[in-house]
């Protein structure tokens, strides 16, 4: 894994953000897809980030790559880069 940032609270309820970036693995892409609920993003929204976005986190517009959502109510997106197939995982739940 190229790079990471998790944030967890000490509060009792479950409460944690996190960055990933992965390089291209197809098994991990379909796995997190499936266990996540995730679909197919083609809005222009991007994620309202719940704190600083890394640097080396991408994207930095939504031209470049494919996005998905989950379907629930934690803010969890997959970005895949379109040449390399990196991918960019972003989840907060507060």
């Known amino acids: 894994m190229p790079h990471s940032w998790y944030?967890?609270?000490p509060h009792w309820t479950?409460?944690?953000a996190y960055?990933?970036?992965f390089q291209w693995h197809?098994?991990?892409f379909k796995q997190l897809l499936a266990k996540n609920?995730?679909?197919p993003f083609e809005g222009s929204e991007s994620p309202g980030y719940?704190?600083?976005k890394p640097g080396w986190f991408a994207p930095p517009s939504a031209a470049g790559y494919k996005s998905w959502r989950c379907d629930?109510?934690?803010d969890c997106w997959l970005f895949r880069e379109a040449k390399t197939k990196e991918l960019f995982l972003y989840v907060c739940q507060l």
């Open 7 to 9: 944030w967890r609270s």
């Open 14 to 16: 479950r409460e944690e």
């Open 19 to 21: 960055f990933f970036q």
């Open 26 to 28: 197809e098994e991990l």
């Open 37 to 39: 609920g995730m679909r």
């Open 50 to 52: 719940c704190f600083g």
């Open 72 to 74: 629930s109510s934690t």
